[in-house]
């Protein structure tokens, strides 16, 4: 078999044989090169996205806590400038009638920071009504006043009341 093919049909068929060529080599190459980079590309795009989701949830958390201590910046700054966690509680203890029955003492931890001071309250024999009614008079005052540790809170040994310890802590703007 002979073929005799002219100029116009040696060109074509040149054209062809490089086009099939041509669409070899970009069947071999682009797996390998851009559609590997484009996939990679999407993945680094989703974990840049959750990044960002983390981001935002990390922003609005700090956002809330931030708006948290404002509103108890507020408290204490419209609570007046001598303020004295115990006094406070010693006067309390006086107008709810627990003065006879309680201890009350400075209270310092080691790692204790002058910003917070804290007050150390025994109460011994004291009815469960008193104790409710002084804790309630305590988180009324809206002096930004809180629980730091209760030690016990048991019946007495005399059966008349109940005896606990109490250390309560506060702020203090510096």
Not at 87 to 93: A, E, G, P, R
Not at 104 to 119: H, I
Not at 151 to 165: A, M, Q
Request: proline letters at 5%; charged letters at 25%; aromatic letters at 10%.
């Amino acid at each position: 078999m002979n073929y005799k093919l002219d100029l116009r049909e040696k060109i074509g068929l040149s054209l062809g044989i490089l086009a099939c060529m041509l669409t070899f080599v970009l069947a071999v190459y682009v797996p390998s090169g851009p559609r590997k980079w484009y996939a990679q590309s999407q993945r680094e795009l989703a974990s840049l996205k959750e990044q960002l989701e983390l981001q935002q949830l990390f922003y609005l958390d700090e956002a809330e806590r931030l708006n948290k201590q404002k509103v108890l910046m507020e408290i204490l700054a419209n609570r007046e400038p001598a303020f004295s966690l115990f006094t406070y509680v010693d006067n309390l203890l006086t107008s709810t009638g627990l003065r006879a029955s309680a201890q009350l003492e400075e209270y310092k931890p080691r790692d204790a920071s002058p910003r917070q001071p804290m007050v150390q309250l025994r109460l011994q024999g004291v009815a469960f009504e008193q104790l409710v009614d002084f804790l309630h008079q305590i988180y009324s005052g809206n002096r930004l006043i809180a629980l730091y540790k209760l030690d016990f809170l048991r019946p007495s040994p005399t059966e008349k009341g109940l005896d606990c310890d109490i250390t309560l802590v506060t702020l203090v703007q510096q």
